[in-house]
C-alpha cells in the first residue's frame, strides 16, 4: 500500500512539474514576443487601412501613428476627409482618449466603448491599445512544431475585455506573433488576424497586419510605411495637450 | 461690409494655392445642407440652410493657424418690394461668419506654456453638447435646434501645464458680444414675455441695447480653470466673470397712441453681469461613461424692470414708474448629469439630466429636462439609426401634466460612400404651459440633410 501511495505521489509531483515547466515556457515564450513587439524605444509610421466588407468593395482610411515604449500610443487619421483629425491616445493604466475636432475637445474612453469598432475598422479600441500581452493574458502551450509555438491566451483576472482567449502562432525563428484568432464570451470564433513582418534595421515589424471579422465577413489590412525607429520621441506627444491641439 | 468680407474670403482661398506648395497649408471642409419642411397641412419651408465650411491649418514649428470660415445661404428671399429684386443679397441671403481665426504657440517663452490668440472658440466642461461651465463665448442661436453652438471671440488664451496631467488656463475676451438670436420661423421662441398693464394693446414697440464699454471693467470677460486627472477621473474646476450673452429688459416706456388703448414700447435691453464658477467631472463606473457638470451662476446685480407709465398720466406731478425685479441677485445652480453605455451589439445609450438649459436664468427660473438617445451603426457603419432621441421638460413640478413638454427627433443616416453622409430625421414638440419647446409645438418638421467632407 505504501508503495502505492509513493508511486501515486511521484506521478503527481511529475505531471505538477511537467505542467509547471510547460506554463513557464508559455510565459517566457511570449514575454519573449512582447520583447520582439516593443522592442524599439519608439517608432512612427504612416498606415493605410483597407477596409473590405463581404462584397469586395473597399474603403481607404489612411493614419499616422506613433509609440513608445510598451504603453504609449497615438493614432491620428489624416484621410478621408470626414474622418480626418479623428485621434486616439492610449496611455498606461487602461487609459484611453478620443479626440474629435468637430466637438474641439479630447473626452476619455469608456470601458464599455473599448469592444466597439475604432472608427469603422475591424479593430476594436481594445485593439488599438499599447499593453503587452504578458501584462493582460495568462498563456498555455497547446502544440509547438518546428515552425511556430501555439499559445492560447486567457485574461488575468479583472482585465476587462471582449475576448475570452485568444489562439496565437509565434514564429520560433523570430519569436513575432504570425497569426491570431480570437473568441468571444461564448466560446465562438470572432476575429482572426494575419501578420506579415519586414525587417528594418535590426527591428522586426508587422509590415500588414490583416484583422477579419468572422460575424460580418469584413476585414482590414493595416499596412504600415515610412517606419522610423528609435527617434527618441518626446513623452510630449502622448499627452492630451498633443492630442487637442491638432 | 459684404464687399470686404468677399474679398477676405478670396484672400483666403487664394492664399493657400500659393503657400500650399511650399507651407503645407491644409484646407479642410464640408459642403452642408440642411433642408426642413413643416408637418402642417401646407408643407411650408422652415428651414432652407447651404453652407460652405472651411477650416485652413497651416503649422511652422510650435507654431499653428487655424482659420474657420463659414460662407452660409440662409432662408428664402428677403424682398417684398420691386426694388429688392435688383439685389441678389436680398433675393438670396447670404452671410460670412468668420468663426475662427487664431494662431498658437506650444512652448510659448516657457516649454509649458501654451498661447492662443485671435479669435476663437473655447469649449469648457465635459458634459455631452450641453455645459453649464462653457460661457466665455456667446451662444450662436441661429439655428435653435443646434443646441450648444458658440460663437468665436477674440481672446487671448494661455495655458500652463504642470505635467501631463494638470493644467492652468487663463483666458480674458475684451469685447462683449451678445448672442444671435434664432432666425426665420424661430425668431421669437426666445423672446421675453412682457404682459401690459391694464387693458393697454401693444401696437408697436423698439428698442435700444445698453451695451457695454469695451473695456476691462465693463465688457471684457475673464476666465480661469484648472484642469486635471486623478483617481481616474477627469476633472476641472473654473471661474468666469463675464455677461450673459441674451438681454434682458431692463426699462420701457409705453407711449400712448391716438387709438387708445393701443400703445408703442421703448424698451431698454440689458445684459446681467455675473460671476460663475463652475467644476465637472468625468470617468466611469464600472463599464458605464459617466460625467457631472454644475455652474453657480452669482449675478452682480439685481436687475430692476422699470415700466414708465408717466405718458399715459400726463396730468401726474410726479413720474408714474412700475417697478419690478426681473433678476434678483440670488445665484442659480445650471448642472448637468449623463452617462451613456454601449451594448454587446453595438447599440449607444445616452441619458442626461439638465437643469437649467441655455437660455434659462434666475433662481427659481430653470426648468428639468431629460434627454434621451439611443442609437445604433450597422452594415459596416454605413447606416446610423437614431430611433429614440428626445426627452422632456417639466416646468413646474406641482402641475406636471400642465406645465410639460415631450420632443422626438429621431433620424436616419447613410454613410456608405467616403466623404459623404445624408440623413433624414424628424422634429416632434409637444406640451403645454411655458418652456422653450412648448413653443415650438406648431413648428413639427421633416429634415433632410447631406454632407460632403473634403
Not at chain 1, 35 to 46: F, H, I, R, S, W
Not at chain 2, 337 to 343: E, I, L, Q, R
Amino acid at each position: 500500500m505504501k508503495n502505492k501511495i509513493l508511486i501515486f505521489g511521484t506521478l503527481m509531483l511529475v505531471i505538477i512539474f511537467a505542467g509547471e515547466t510547460r506554463a513557464q515556457d508559455a510565459a517566457g515564450i511570449l514575454k519573449k514576443m512582447d520583447e520582439v513587439l516593443y522592442a524599439p524605444k519608439d517608432q512612427t509610421g504612416q498606415l493605410r487601412m483597407v477596409l473590405t466588407d463581404r462584397s469586395g468593395n473597399e474603403r481607404i482610411r489612411e493614419a499616422s501613428i506613433w509609440q513608445k515604449g510598451t504603453d504609449k500610443r497615438m493614432f491620428r487619421f489624416t484621410a478621408p476627409a470626414s474622418e480626418s483629425g479623428i485621434a486616439f491616445l492610449s496611455l498606461p493604466a487602461d487609459v484611453m482618449y478620443l479626440f474629435m475636432p468637430a466637438f474641439e475637445k479630447e473626452r476619455r474612453i469608456a470601458t464599455h466603448v473599448k469592444n466597439q469598432p475604432f472608427a469603422g475598422t475591424d479593430f476594436s479600441y481594445e485593439d488599438m491599445e499599447s499593453v503587452s500581452y504578458s501584462s493582460k493574458y495568462t498563456p498555455k502551450l497547446l502544440k509547438e512544431t518546428a515552425e511556430y509555438w501555439l499559445l492560447e491566451l486567457t485574461p488575468k483576472s479583472g482585465l476587462q475585455t471582449n475576448y475570452s482567449k485568444i489562439e496565437m502562432k509565434v514564429n520560433k525563428q523570430h519569436a513575432y506573433p504570425e497569426s491570431m484568432e480570437s473568441f468571444d464570451k461564448g466560446g465562438n470564433k470572432l476575429k482572426t488576424v494575419e501578420n506579415t513582418y519586414e525587417k528594418e534595421g535590426k527591428y522586426w515589424y508587422p509590415k500588414e497586419i490583416k484583422m477579419t471579422d468572422l460575424k460580418k465577413r469584413h476585414s482590414t489590412r493595416m499596412i504600415m510605411t515610412k517606419v522610423v525607429f528609435d527617434s527618441n520621441l518626446s513623452d510630449q506627444i502622448f499627452t492630451v495637450r498633443n492630442l487637442t491641439s491638432f | 461690409m459684404k464687399k470686404f468680407c468677399s474679398t477676405f474670403l478670396i484672400f483666403l482661398l487664394l492664399t493657400p494655392v500659393y503657400a500650399q506648395k511650399s507651407d503645407q497649408l491644409t484646407i479642410r471642409g464640408e459642403l452642408l445642407t440642411d433642408q426642413r419642411i413643416l408637418m402642417k397641412a401646407d408643407h411650408d419651408w422652415a428651414w432652407n440652410e447651404t453652407r460652405l465650411d472651411l477650416k485652413l491649418d497651416k503649422r511652422s514649428g510650435k507654431v499653428k493657424f487655424f482659420g474657420n470660415v463659414w460662407l452660409k445661404h440662409l432662408g428664402g428671399p428677403a424682398t417684398l418690394q420691386s426694388s429688392g429684386l435688383y439685389s441678389k443679397d436680398q433675393i438670396s441671403p447670404w452671410n460670412l461668419d468668420l468663426r475662427e481665426a487664431y494662431a498658437e504657440v506650444s512652448g510659448f517663452v516657457f516649454e509649458n506654456l501654451d498661447l492662443k490668440v485671435g479669435r476663437q472658440r473655447i469649449a469648457w466642461g465635459t458634459a455631452d453638447r450641453f455645459n453649464p461651465t462653457s460661457n466665455l463665448n456667446p451662444f450662436d442661436l441661429e439655428d435653435v435646434f443646434d443646441f450648444g453652438r458658440q460663437q468665436g471671440s477674440e481672446a487671448l488664451n494661455l495655458t500652463w501645464h504642470f505635467n501631463d496631467r494638470f493644467s492652468l488656463q487663463g483666458v480674458y475676451l475684451p469685447f462683449f458680444r451678445p448672442s444671435n438670436l434664432p432666425l426665420g420661423l424661430f425668431s421669437g421662441v426666445l423672446a421675453q414675455p412682457f404682459s401690459l398693464p391694464g387693458d393697454l394693446r401693444l401696437s408697436g414697440h423698439t428698442d435700444k441695447l445698453l451695451m457695454p464699454r469695451h473695456n476691462f471693467a465693463e465688457g471684457a470677460t475673464t476666465g480661469i480653470r484648472f484642469k486635471g486627472f486623478a483617481l481616474n477621473y477627469d476633472f476641472s474646476v473654473s471661474y468666469i466673470y463675464g455677461r450673459d450673452g441674451i438681454s434682458l429688459m431692463q426699462s420701457a416706456r409705453i407711449v400712448p397712441l391716438l387709438t387708445f388703448p393701443y400703445v408703442n414700447v421703448e424698451a431698454a435691453l440689458t445684459f446681467p453681469r455675473n460671476h460663475i464658477f463652475g467644476g465637472d467631472v468625468a470617468g466611469s463606473i464600472g463599464s458605464v461613461g459617466v460625467w457631472a457638470e454644475a455652474a453657480l451662476f452669482v449675478p452682480q446685480k439685481e436687475i430692476i424692470q422699470s415700466i414708465d407709465l408717466s405718458l399715459l398720466y400726463p396730468e401726474s406731478p410726479v413720474p408714474v414708474i412700475s417697478d419690478s425685479i426681473t433678476l434678483e441677485k440670488k445665484t442659480w445652480l445650471k448642472l448637468a448629469v449623463g452617462a451613456d453605455y454601449t451594448f454587446h451589439k453595438g447599440t449607444y445609450l445616452n441619458v442626461q439630466y439638465l437643469h437649467g438649459f441655455l437660455h434659462e436664468r434666475g433662481q427659481g427660473n430653470l426648468n428639468d429636462y431629460l434627454i434621451l438617445a439611443i442609437e445604433k451603426s450597422f452594415w459596416n457603419d454605413q447606416f446610423l439609426l437614431r430611433p429614440i432621441a428626445g426627452g422632456m421638460v417639466v416646468s413646474d413640478w406641482s402641475k406636471p401634466s400642465e406645465n410639460f413638454a415631450v420632443f422626438y427627433t429621431p433620424e436616419f443616416i447613410y454613410k456608405g460612400i467616403d466623404n459623404f453622409q445624408i440623413g433624414m430625421g424628424v422634429f416632434v414638440f409637444e406640451g403645454k404651459g411655458q418652456s422653450l419647446f412648448t413653443g415650438f409645438k406648431d413648428f413639427n418638421m421633416l429634415q433632410f440633410k447631406a454632407k460632403l467632407s473634403f
